[in-house]
């Protein structure tokens, strides 16, 4: 990596390489940049599914705004050859967030009465049990990892439940795509491996659909219509993955850049040990200054100029909601951590039609992790020569290991074989 006297986020920006180590080294210096300096720039980059592209970045928080809320400006439709792909059961495509309104709803509202308010809320007790049988697995050690111990397995298995998927197999979807989404290993042995897993997810699907048992999403389909007609197990398919890949990563993600914060800045932390009530918003803090997601790709609608720059109907745009998060104009000394910021209104769920539908069941996640390790684990330490960051942090910024040792203590539940063999 480069040295960081040397690094200029201005030159950067006319080479923008988001997948690149250097990206990842100077990644808060460059979000921090963007709105301030650059709000809406055109560079050249490499997308993760298109390969090199021209695109224009828009990181400043009115731009976003100004035209991620709206279809007709920010098309998120996919181009035809991707639809012919997913239909040929090739490569799924991102549903809904692949079409654009009122197609999406149709999708979406198939979807959102299992991420809902209640969902999440009703799922609560679930997700604590969970996070408690987790934490007993390692406490009496005083050692363990709040990424592989805790946050990974919390989010990969009510990913399972709330899709309908088998939850044994937790880990054979969630190691897959943690790896496929943070570039972690050889391209050619990652697109091999993230195929063999689409292969079994089509295996699933078609199984599960065809027994009246089957729950969560997946259930949801048995009998559901799309724009009057009966689904077709390709679309089933493709909202399935987009279902797998927010679910398995975007929280553990968010989790574990929160416990790395928390174990550097004892003073935050003591501030939410003293004063639990203020924890949601500390996580809305969290979520707005770690953004799990750096941003979306969109295709320009109809001509359009932002900040002075012009858009024309067709370029790629990307939106970098991580880089409106530290938009001065929005939010007063954006690159601290503030808990009791009066300015909430982030963008790490997005905006617009395609706003992340399971927002309140992050939350709840996010939520239930913490105050079980600030319950638990209050004294924990980061053990810093052992964090692993992503190689890769172009789609999910993360940590891919957060170790940390503390004083041991009591279990709270008796062992569970059962339970045991399903983690492994």
């Known amino acids: 990596m480069s040295d960081d006297r040397a690094f200029d986020p201005a030159e950067y920006v006319k080479r923008f390489r988001v997948h690149s180590p250097e990206f990842a080294a100077h990644h808060n210096e460059l979000i921090s940049y963007i709105p301030e300096k650059c709000p809406v ?5 490499e997308a993760f599914s298109l390969g090199p592209i021209d695109v224009a970045v828009i990181g400043g928080y ?18 035809p050859e991707r639809f012919e792909a997913a239909k040929a059961r090739i490569e799924p495509v991102d549903l809904p967030t692949a079409v654009d309104p009122p197609l999406s709803f149709e999708y ?25 049988k987790l934490i007993d697995r390692f406490i009496e050690k005083g050692s363990g990892d709040i990424v592989k111990d805790l946050a990974q397995p919390v989010t990969a298995m009510l990913t399972m439940w709330v899709s309908g998927l088998p939850e044994e197999k937790w880990r054979l ?3 897959c795509i943690h790896r496929h989404l943070w570039r972690d290993g050889d391209l050619a042995n990652l697109n091999a491996e993230i195929h063999a897993m689409q292969a079994e997810l089509r295996a699933d699907i078609t199984r599960l659909r065809a027994d009246p048992a089957a729950e969560g999403v997946i259930g949801a389909t048995r009998g559901a ?29 968010l989790i574990g850049s929160a416990a790395v914060f928390l174990g550097r800045n004892q003073g935050h932390r003591q501030q939410i040990i003293d004063n639990p009530a203020i924890l949601p918003d500390a996580i809305e803090e969290f979520l707005r200054f770690n953004a799990p997601v750096l941003g979306t790709r969109r295709v320009v609608a109809r001509d359009i100029e932002l900040e002075g720059v012009q858009l024309k109907k067709g370029e790629h745009a990307l939106l970098c909601w991580a880089a409106a998060n530290r938009d001065p104009k929005m939010f007063e000394r954006p690159n601290e951590v503030i808990f009791d910021r009066a300015e909430k209104r982030h963008l790490t769920f997005s905006v617009g039609p395609h706003r992340c539908m399971g927002s309140h069941t992050a939350r709840m996640e996010i939520r239930v992790m913490l105050e079980e390790i600030l319950r638990r684990l209050p004294d924990y330490r980061l053990v810093e020569d052992k964090l692993e960051f992503a190689p890769d942090v172009a789609i999910i910024y993360g940590y891919k290991a957060v170790p940390v040792t503390f004083p ?17």
């Open 41 to 45: 720039f055109k560079s050249h980059m």
């Open 62 to 79: 009115d731009a976003i705004m100004a035209s991620a809320r709206f279809a007709e400006v920010m098309s998120n439709l996919a181009p």
């Open 108 to 132: 979406r509202r198939i979807m959102e009465g299992f991420v809902s308010p209640k969902a999440a809320n009703d799922l609560e007790p679930r997700v604590r049990e969970l996070a408690t």
């Open 173 to 175: 979807y969630s190691d």
């Open 225 to 253: 219509l799309v724009e009057g007609r009966p689904i077709e197990e390709w679309e089933v398919e493709g909202m399935l993955w987009l279902l797998l890949l927010g679910g398995v990563d975007t929280t553990q993600a």
């Open 408 to 424: 041991p203590g009591p279990r709270l539940c008796p062992s569970d074989p059962l339970f045991d063999s399903l983690l492994g």
